[in-house]
């Protein structure tokens, strides 16, 4: 059997060998305590008498599946349902795909008006500044903050070539849209060894851009992505604490942290007494 363990805590196993059986699983994308201490939370609540108290819900700030392979998010579904969560409330899925492996309802909460509401009063002359998807991937995440603020868009485009002498690909940024002389607020879901983040930064540096800042739901910051950052030309970074981040404000000064903590608390409050939490989607 494989085990390996990646730099942002999450590990996966992969049974090489054959033992005769032809059924083969993959360890799942949470850290190994997280997936414990999940099974463990929600194994061990007691069954309440009213059914009203009875709703056993799984708190997912950062689903902790390897964003890439689905196979580890269909595995942590069903952990998770199997241990009895009957609800789950999450954020800013990396794939909002990731929703269609429960088969109980999933709450994915918004990060964008936390996103909005710092914008609009940490950056002066907001309107004048350019909001930047650091890959196509986020840029219906980027455009959907720029419309609703009425800001403009840039795009940095990511070409992935092999080089001549290995397989490995190395990934030419390009810029579409103008920046020169303009703060710019890159917006991005994950920022896990912030490589894309930093890259970004530099680019839109070079292209003239007055100030570079990072807006990003989930910092996992893993190995040396605070010293990277620390390094880079990005002038601020905000994140949320869906991810611990005490130890990362001591290391990095240019790290800002947002409270997720009264959106999950209502969110949790408004499932618990039977309410809609249809409000907790709105963007404004």
């Known amino acids: 059997m494989e085990l390996r363990t990646f730099r942002g805590g999450l590990a996966k196993a992969q049974i090489e060998d054959s033992t005769g059986s032809p059924v083969k699983r993959r360890g799942n994308g949470l850290p190994r305590s997280d997936t414990t201490e999940s099974l463990k939370s929600v194994n061990g609540a007691d069954e309440p008498a009213s059914s009203t108290s009875a709703k056993i819900s799984s708190f997912q700030p950062r689903p902790g599946y390897k964003q890439w392979v689905a196979q580890a998010g269909t595995l942590v579904a069903d952990l998770l349902t199997c241990a009895g969560a009957d609800h789950i409330i999450t954020m800013d899925l990396h794939d909002p795909q990731y929703q269609g492996f429960f088969d109980i309802p999933v709450d994915n909460l918004y990060g964008r008006p936390l996103l909005k ?73 994950l920022a896990d060894t912030s490589n894309t983040i930093t890259r970004a930064a530099k680019l839109l540096k070079k292209e003239g851009a007055s100030q570079v800042y990072a807006l990003v739901t989930h910092g996992i910051l893993s190995g040396d992505a605070i010293e990277r950052i620390n390094a880079s030309a990005l002038d601020k970074v905000v994140v949320t604490n869906s991810v611990d981040q005490v130890e990362h404000l001591r290391r990095c000064p240019k790290l800002e942290v947002l409270e997720v903590g009264h959106v999950f608390g209502e969110a949790i409050r408004r499932v618990h007494h039977g309410e809609s939490i249809s409000v907790l989607f709105q963007y404004d």
Do not use: C, W
């Open 117 to 189: 509401s710092y914008i609009q009063r940490n950056i002066p002359n907001y309107k004048q500044a350019v909001i930047v998807s650091p890959d196509a991937g986020g840029a219906k995440r980027a455009t959907a903050i720029a419309d609703q603020m009425g800001m403009e868009f840039a795009l940095i485009h990511k070409e992935r070539r092999p080089t001549k002498i290995t397989d490995r690909q190395n990934a030419t940024m390009m810029l579409v849209g103008d920046v020169r002389d303009r703060i710019t607020i890159l917006i991005d879901d």
